[in-house]
């Protein structure tokens, strides 16, 4: 059932077309001129408007420009004597949904106010579903590191350079791209995301500039590019260092001229999208190596963006954990709602290899493991990686295949950890954490720290670290 607003001056069709609607279940409201009109609108939640142009007091066309000041976004119809179509027209141009000539025709009626109606619950749809995103997708935190953040956000969005983000994996790179795009000129056009690590490199190109039919076996159709499909808006290229290295010419030949060629095609199609990249790795080191062009790198880093370690801003992380906790209640997964203190010293204490990523993860866990409506101490200890029954919050001590080197002997085991026992627990944690992002895949996780193969298990070994047979 909806609520339908029905202004019009004309007493006999107003009662017809409110008893249209009562007959169909509908919740009718009536007014006799624009400003009675008005006067329900601030009143009550209206879910149509039928609206007579021409009225007393107020006529429909100051009905529609006070709701748009309002903030009133019911989708309105409007009705229109013989004669007065060119009007009619002009209301549309200014917001209304449809019109029709009076008096209207009951079946023609119902069915504008099905569409009208279908519409209005798309357009609340997409209010909800872009609040909720929001909220994901916000930044959280006031600490410095946070602040200094969004500046840097702030002075990419005003331009239309590209722009890269640097970070350690899970620190929210993706994040920051969607709030440079939200903030710049650009927030109305499509923000197209592209994992660069995830296409096959047989396949990049034709995904990145599209392909014509035919332009290969299997190209049964042509496909639109991701440039394209940006156009207008902001094309996000995440993990830009995993980008072959054949392609990167034409990559840096397109944000040159901004202008692809399709595979198949026969001319450039000019493109007007920004390009914002992001990557873990050192790409400056790449470049020193041959397998990053310094000459894309210097096009991409026009506007550069750090995103900060977690462990680097832990003041933000109460802050954090809460957001994480209100959304994981929303959708049901707990009755929790807040963290004790002990609970909130204990993840503040860890240090968090994979930054937001494993703090949000953590929290899932602890609203789906914690009974009570406060997470307590207790409740972190057994799903923090280091803790054990008792142990004292400390920094990342992984579990893993295998347990770490022996306890060092003389004063330092009774008191505190040495320097060089701190660099080896450091450096156990980072190679554990890159192991399991890697799913224990040697090659791949020595090529994300940029070591040999053959100098990465002399470093496993030298922290204690069995690799899985």
Not at 257 to 271: D, H
Not at 334 to 341: L, V
């Amino acid at each position: 059932m909806a609520t339908i607003l029905i202004a019009d001056d004309e007493k006999n069709i107003r009662a017809s077309i409110v008893r249209l609607f009562d007959l169909e279940g509908h919740k009718a409201l009536a007014a006799a001129d624009g400003e009675e009109a008005l006067a329900i609108l601030r009143r009550d939640e209206v879910d149509l408007v039928v609206l007579d142009l021409q009225m007393p007091r107020r006529d429909g066309f100051a009905v529609l420009e006070e709701m748009k000041a309002l903030g009133i976004d019911a989708p309105v119809i409007v009705l229109t004597g013989h004669g007065s179509i060119e009007k009619a027209v002009l209301a549309v141009k200014r917001g209304a949904h449809d019109f029709l000539e009076k008096p209207p025709d009951p079946g023609r009626l119902l069915l504008c106010a099905k569409n009208a109606l279908a519409l209005g619950n798309l357009r609340r749809e997409n209010r909800e579903l872009r609040g909720a995103l929001a909220a994901r997708h916000r930044l959280v935190g006031d600490s410095p590191a946070m602040e200094g953040l969004r500046r840097e956000i702030g002075r990419a969005a005003a331009g239309g350079s590209p722009v890269l983000i640097t970070g350690e994996n899970g620190t929210g790179k993706e994040l920051v791209a969607r709030s440079v795009h939200q903030e710049s000129a650009r927030r109305d056009g499509p923000f197209v995301a592209v994992n660069c690590a995830a296409l096959p490199a047989e396949l990049f190109e034709s995904e990145l500039f599209g392909h014509e039919k035919g332009a290969f076996t299997g190209a049964l159709r042509r496909q639109i590019g991701r440039f394209e499909r940006a156009s207008g808006g902001t094309l996000f290229l995440d993990e830009i260092g995993e980008i072959p290295p054949p392609l990167q010419a034409k990559l840096l030949r397109a944000l040159d001229t901004m202008a692809i060629e399709r595979l198949g095609g026969e001319g450039p199609i000019q493109v007007d999208a920004r390009v914002i990249a992001a990557t873990n790795r050192d790409l400056r080191a790449a470049m020193a190596s041959g397998a990053f062009r310094q000459d894309l790198y210097y096009r991409l880093a026009v506007l550069p963006i750090v995103v900060p370690p977690l462990r680097e801003r832990r003041e933000d992380i109460p802050a954090l954990a809460a957001c994480l906790l209100e959304e994981a209640r929303r959708e049901g997964a707990t009755r929790a709602c807040g963290f004790s203190d002990g609970a909130l010293a204990l993840l503040q204490a860890y240090d968090y290899p994979g930054n937001v990523r494993e703090l949000r993860n953590l929290t899932e866990r602890l609203a789906l493991t914690s009974a009570g409506e406060t997470v307590t101490e207790e409740d972190v200890r057994p799903v923090l990686p280091d803790a054990s029954p008792g142990a004292p919050p400390g920094g990342p001590r992984a579990t893993g295949a295998a347990s770490g080197p022996p306890a060092p002997a003389g004063p330092a085991a009774a008191g505190k950890p040495t320097l060089k026992d701190s660099m080896q627990k450091a450096e156990r944690a980072i190679l554990l954490a890159a192991l399991e992002r890697n799913r224990w895949q040697m090659a791949k996780t020595a090529r994300e720290l940029g070591l040999e193969r053959s100098h990465l298990y002399r470093k496993l070994k030298a922290v204690g670290i069995r690799p899985p047979e």
